[in-house]
């Protein structure tokens, strides 16, 4: 079965860390730009951070400088986001999404208003940051 699984959320206070993986099943992962993305509650998904098919370059939004960091395992068919100083505004859904298009520029795989066509979508795991 061809599919995005993503793992790793949970509670956590703030202050805290968590890695999040995004491990691709059916497919070769090393073929594929991943991005990861977050959905708030009552707030629109926005992209996080997206890492190039060989992890050479990667982008990150202005939320994600200095707390985040992606990369990737292509031999464990696995991409990881680092979250540090876990903020409760990062409180969220985290999904992970996979396009092959090698043209397609990670700025523009992160800006979710793009509208590009992603080939596969993870069904994301629940971060919540709480005291």
């Known amino acids: 079965q061809v599919q995005l699984v993503v793992s790793g959320g949970g509670l956590v206070q703030p202050g805290g860390s968590l890695r999040l993986s995004c491990a691709a099943s059916?497919?070769?992962?090393?073929?594929?730009?991943i991005g990861w993305f977050r959905q708030a509650p009552g707030k629109e998904r926005e992209g996080v951070s997206c890492i190039s098919n060989s992890g050479r370059n990667t982008f990150y939004a202005d939320s994600a400088k200095g707390r985040f960091t992606v990369s990737r395992d292509n031999a464990k068919n696995t991409v990881y986001l680092q979250i540090d100083s876990l903020k409760p505004e990062d409180t969220a859904v985290y999904y992970c999404?996979?396009?092959?298009?090698?043209?397609?520029?990670?700025?523009?795989?992160?800006?979710?208003?793009?509208?590009?066509?992603?080939?596969?979508w993870g069904r994301g795991t629940q971060v919540t940051v709480s005291s």
């Open positions: 059916g497919f070769r992962v090393r073929s594929y730009a």
């Open positions: 999404a996979a396009v092959k298009n090698p043209f397609t520029l990670l700025q523009t795989m992160c800006n979710i208003s793009q509208r590009i066509d992603y080939d596969y």
